[in-house]
Nanobody, 117 residues
Framework: QVQLVESGGSLVQPGGSLRLSCAAS????????MGWYRQAPGEQRELVATITTRDSTNYADSVKGRFTISRDNAKNTVYLQMNSLKPEDTAVYYC???????????WGKGTLVTVSS
């Protein structure tokens, strides 16, 4: 079992920055690809960014150049640095861990990011 806990969500002004954290209950990064997803009210959950076990990254087109995903292996923590935030970034952000050898996924409970008008 893997437990994921997100933190860092808050209210922020348009153009501002925010850093989200995802803490894993144990060292999993050698066998799990990590990702950030988000879900706005009335919409489907969508991919924001991913980072593989080999540190390859991928971003949704809507956040390229503004968001950066990274991880600290010693702290078992994945981060999402969000800059130049827009109102359309408002959503609940979820952390995901996907086992590279199977279909097992783990999800955090989510953290709310609100970008004011």
């Amino acid at each position: 079992q893997v437990q994921l806990v997100e933190s860092g969500g808050s209210l922020v002004q348009p153009g501002g920055s925010l850093r989200l954290s995802c803490a894993a209950s144990r060292n999993i990064f050698s066998f799990y690809n990590m990702g950030w997803y988000r879900q706005a009210p009335g919409e489907q959950r969508e991919l924001v960014a991913t980072i593989t076990t080999r540190d390859s990254t991928n971003y949704a087109d809507s956040v390229k150049g503004r968001f950066t995903i990274s991880r600290d292996n010693a702290k078992n923590t994945v981060y999402l640095q969000m800059n130049s935030l827009k109102p359309e970034d408002t959503a609940v952000y979820y952390c995901n861990a996907a086992n590279i050898y199977g279909g097992m996924h783990y999800w955090g409970k989510g953290t709310l990011v609100t970008v004011s008008s």
